[in-house]
């Protein structure tokens, strides 16, 4: 009996979770809403982090080495409604390099899982 595949596996590996976080990124900071978080991050160790994050989440290989999300995004101030809209480039993405839909809700379920890690609105 094979065993079966991690959505890390059916979705295409490091070579699309690479894909995944370069082409989303550039979506992001495109996003004049959405650029301002990340003009004092260093882009390369925020695409690392992103990497290991989407491939733990996926069932990949890689685990999330950074820290805890809650403090990570803490001082930021993100709101639901731009989460949601971070999250908006991302299914736009998955569709954009060709994950299957079902794969992109069992991404996109993970990520919300963090929604109240990432935002802080006061209300």
Do not use: C, W
Request: no cysteine; glycine share 6%.
């Amino acid at each position: 009996m094979e065993a079966e595949q991690s959505l890390y596996e059916r979705i295409g590996g490091e070579e699309v979770i690479s894909s995944l976080v370069d082409s989303f990124y550039e979506k992001v900071l495109a996003d004049g809403e959405l650029a301002y978080y990340f003009k004092n991050s260093s882009m390369d160790k925020l695409r690392r982090m992103q990497k290991e994050f989407f491939s733990a989440a996926t069932g990949g290989p890689l685990t999330y080495s950074g820290r805890p999300l809650r403090d990570v995004h803490r001082h930021m101030e993100i709101s639901k409604r731009e989460f949601a809209r971070f999250t908006e480039h991302l299914i736009e993405t998955l569709k954009e390099i060709g994950v299957e839909e079902s794969a992109s809700y069992e991404i996109i379920s993970h990520v919300n899982l963090y929604a109240d890690e990432i935002t802080n609105d006061v209300y």
